[in-house]
């Protein structure tokens, strides 16, 4: 009952607790906010010492390191280089989207009311200028599929955007589904995998999604301020950019050749890259988590969260809190919600600060994430802690 799930290898154990075990609390938090493995300290001090003395620092080793992050994420989900561009931040990505698609007065994007701020804001904002059609369905946490799309998007629709896992309840949408649909109706998709990825992987239909963006201080255990992005070939093509940025420049590989001016970008989602890409600081932490989720693999990982879930699932209390998270596990992510039937949500939180166990409380519910450096030990004082 106290053991880790027998999925990892001893190596694989060590390897978890070499890289967090300077968490300081029982952490049940990556939802708002992920810890970011230990050798991330070491990459940073690197990176740190050439921002104090560049003393030949030659010009390739840093404006190659955007490309080396594409390279890196590549590998880990399983989606082409080139198609990747590195951004500050979903919301940023979704708002260039928003304002430079090629959209008629007559056409109609679609999300849900109550999803995730960055995926509803940047049409709202696009709105002010542009004329389009701008919809929030209901529904947000319903099971949400291809067969629901049929009976509740509006037709016409041209973009559709979603998230994989919802913020607040945990609710995980049929990816593979709502892809397959999407591709079949013409319809834009845009999803947003931030509250999954790195906890949950991708299905191999992911590339067939037209964008998809990620802010990866979450899940994918780096820091605040990176996000990426994947642009299908159709968003490649349909997409157009909208900045001058001179590092995706063609010329930049050259520094002989930087006045040398010309619009002409190089390939693929490089042309959206943010200014200053290659930030030396912030990717070294992104350079740290990636490497140790590419150690474990995506999927191995996956596992072994719903492990933890499922096991929490069995075991808590059920006659003191009411599950907010659908029921069927086809449609959970890696967050749980709950609702304290007798409990105030006050004193709960006090409750669980006081036995250290660090956890999202929101407008009266308890948002639990479980994630790779979390024990069967740790959620069984959690549960020990919610039955107060």
């Known amino acids: 009952m106290t ?4 999925l990892l290898s001893p190596q694989e154990k060590d390897l978890i607790q070499k890289e967090f075990s300077h968490i300081s609390s029982t952490f049940f938090n990556t939802a708002y ?19 104090l003395d560049p003393s030949f620092f030659q010009y390739h080793s840093w404006t190659n390191i955007a ?3 594409r390279k890196k994420l590549s590998l880990l989900i399983g989606l082409p280089e080139d ?5 500050s931040s979903s919301g940023d990505t979704v708002s260039h989207l928003a304002h430079f698609f090629p959209l008629k007065k007559e056409d109609r994007v679609c999300a849900l009311q ?9 049409w709202m904002v696009a709105k002010e200028k542009r004329e389009f059609d701008f919809t929030l369905l209901p529904g947000v946490h319903q099971a949400i599929d291809g067969d629901w799309l049929a009976k509740n998007l509006p037709t016409p629709t041209r973009i559709f955007c979603i998230s994989y896992v919802q913020f607040d309840s945990g609710r995980k949408i049929n990816l593979k589904s709502v892809i397959e649909y999407c591709k079949k109706e013409n319809i834009f998709l845009v999803v947003d995998v931030t509250q999954g990825l790195g906890g949950l992987s991708l299905p191999p239909e992911a590339k067939e999604i037209d964008m998809m963006v990620c802010s990866v201080y979450k899940w994918m255990l780096g820091p605040y301020g990176e996000s990426f992005a994947y642009y299908s070939p159709k968003a490649l093509q349909i997409l157009p950019r909208a900045t001058g940025n001179w590092l995706a420049s063609k010329n930049s590989r050259d520094v002989r050749n930087l006045i040398d001016y010309t619009t002409e970008m190089l390939p693929g989602a490089r042309k959206f890259d943010r200014g200053q890409a290659p930030n030396m600081l912030t990717n070294a932490c992104l350079d740290a988590s990636i490497e140790v989720l590419s ?6 990982i996956e596992v072994y969260n719903q492990n933890l879930k499922n096991y929490f699932l069995d075991h808590y209390p059920k006659n003191k809190f009411e599950l907010i998270t659908p029921n069927d596990r086809n449609f959970q992510g890696n967050i749980l919600s709950l609702r304290g039937i007798h409990t105030d949500p006050v004193t709960l939180e006090d409750e669980l600060k006081h036995n250290n166990i660090d956890v999202s ?6 948002r639990l994430s479980f994630h790779l450096f ?3 030990e740790q959620v069984n004082q959690l549960i020990r802690s919610l039955d107060i």
């Open 33 to 51: 906010f992920g810890p970011s493995p230990y050798r991330a300290k070491q990459k940073l001090q690197n990176a740190l010492f050439k921002e």
């Open 67 to 69: 490309d080396r992050m």
């Open 83 to 87: 198609n990747i561009s590195l951004g």
């Open 361 to 366: 409380v929101r407008e009266g519910k308890l």
């Open 374 to 376: 979390n024990t069967v």
């Open 114 to 122: 109550g999803d995730y701020p960055s995926l509803i804001l940047p």
């Open 295 to 300: 150690e474990l693999t995506l999927a191995k």
């Open 3 to 6: 053991t880790y799930p027998t």
